[in-house]
């Protein structure tokens, strides 16, 4: 395993003005705060409205710095440090939010994308930085699956991960497919699908992200290293029952759909308390939602995670089993489908490599985390190097408007982020921007 050569001048390079850094950030934080943020949380969906005021903040962000912009065909947008070039570095994070969500959570990641670009600038101004490759901010497009109910759509799609034909079909809450949102949008749904263009431009990536737990509170450090994501996915529980009248229906003759889904849920949350996983149903309907109607139909969603492919294996096999056997006890009928899934993660030895040593000579603590949460950087990792630097989040508290991060903690992982990204973007073109890949 190697990294690139760490020894001409990287503190040079990568020193970072912190006063001016954070004016910049609260600027772009306040302009950002006025796209999909309601008094009950951010929402911020994909193929909106609110999706193409995201974007224009993204472009003039971009053009502020004289970067040009580029959205491939999945939909993700970058902005270019540098013409467009095979092998090139690549930060960022995602601009979408769950149903009511923080700030954080993706726009952290984007923002110290562009702050990165202003302090690299500033030192190749100086002359203490000479670029060998450009470096691209990415907003990858639907990170949450919040309107589609699969999540990474722009780094599944950018990596084959998803086939096209299937994406295209997924369907809002409203029935809108995936293609016909895109295609509202001004955007071409035929076009999707695995991106060789993107991934040969992409020869690293480091993503940046708020922790979305508790490890770093612990460990009293403010920025933290990803080692690994759980493995992780969703999969639809139909339970189909008959409709009644709530009043007259004897509770003997009743096929109520709702029982077998609440001993579902509570059997979920017992398979993950045994196996130390974990297993949510955060979404459901009931049909026909009437409230003097026994219910005919709950169709509901789990989320399951687990440390390793067979524990969430085995999870999800015994929340099957709970439904089926509920189910059976109320005359009603349970079908499971798998929605997504995502394998377990490693993420690039040679970036963590990097990031480490990095961190090391500049006397800061960059502890290593696994982490339970999903991230483009994830699905890419099959790919190409890609690497996660967490920043720590005082209440561990995410997908919630509770979701924050201290001045101090955020001007910590943009210092990490900057450092690595110097030596990346330095690196010399005959080969990859690092060396080391878990392969
Ligand atoms: O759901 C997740 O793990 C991520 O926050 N997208
Ligand atoms: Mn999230
Ligand atoms: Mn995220």
Redesign the pocket.
């Known amino acids: 395993m190697t990294t690139p050569d760490l020894s001409s001048g990287v503190s040079t390079a990568a020193a970072v003005d912190e006063a001016a850094a954070l004016a910049t950030f609260r600027t772009m934080w306040d302009q950002l705060g006025a796209i999909g943020v309601h008094p009950t949380g951010t929402r911020r969906y994909s193929w909106t409205d609110e999706d193409a005021a995201l974007r224009r903040w993204f472009t003039d962000q971009a053009a502020s710095r004289g970067m040009t912009v580029h959205t491939d065909p999945n939909g993700n947008i970058r902005a270019w440090w540098g013409e467009p070039a095979d092998g090139a570095v690549a930060t960022g994070s995602h601009l979408d939010s769950?149903a009511d969500g923080g700030k954080w959570?993706g726009p952290l990641g984007v923002l110290l994308g562009f702050l990165a670009v202003d302090a690299l600038a500033a030192a190749e101004a100086r002359g203490n930085l000479v670029r060998a490759r450009p470096l691209a901010v990415v907003d990858y497009m639907d990170?949450?699956?919040t309107r589609f109910g699969v999540?990474?759509l722009g780094s599944k799609l950018m990596s084959g991960a998803l086939d096209p034909e299937t994406a295209r079909a997924l369907t809002d809450g409203d029935g809108v497919t995936l293609a016909a949102a895109m295609t509202a949008a001004g955007a071409d749904p035929q076009a999707i699908g695995r991106d060789e263009v993107a991934l040969a431009q992409t020869g690293a990536q480091v993503e940046v992200h708020i922790e979305?737990g508790k490890q770093l509170v612990g460990l009293a450090a403010p920025v933290g290293l990803a080692t690994a994501i759980w493995p992780?996915g969703r999969w639809e529980f139909t339970f189909t029952g008959l409709a009644d009248h709530a009043g007259t229906a004897r509770l003997a003759d009743r096929r109520d759909a709702a029982l077998p889904f609440a001993a579902t849920v509570l059997a979920a949350r017992g398979a993950a308390q045994d196996l130390d996983a974990r297993a949510t149903f955060g979404r459901f309907h009931v049909e026909p939602g009437g409230p003097n109607v026994v219910p005919a139909k709950v169709v509901a969603l789990l989320?399951a995670r687990a440390a390793t492919d067979a524990v969430l294996a085995d999870l999800v096999d015994r929340i099957g089993r709970a439904a089926r056997d509920a189910a059976g006890d109320h005359g009603v009928e349970v079908t499971v489908r798998e929605i997504s899934r995502a394998p377990v993660v490693d993420f690039d030895e040679g970036l963590r490599d990097l990031h480490g040593k990095l961190a090391a000579e500049a006397g800061e603590r960059l502890p290593e985390i696994p982490t339970?949460?999903?991230?483009d950087s994830g699905i890419l990792a099959a790919e190409l190097p890609t690497s996660m630097l967490f920043v720590r989040s005082p209440h561990g508290i995410?997908?919630s408007p509770l979701e924050d991060a201290a001045d101090a903690d955020v001007l910590a992982g943009l210092r990490a982020l900057v450092r690595s990204l110097a030596v990346l973007v330095a690196a010399p073109q005959d080969g990859p921007p690092v060396t080391g890949r878990n392969d």
């Open positions: 769950v959570d990170e949450e699956g999540a990474c979305q992780h989320d339970q949460a999903g991230h995410s997908h």
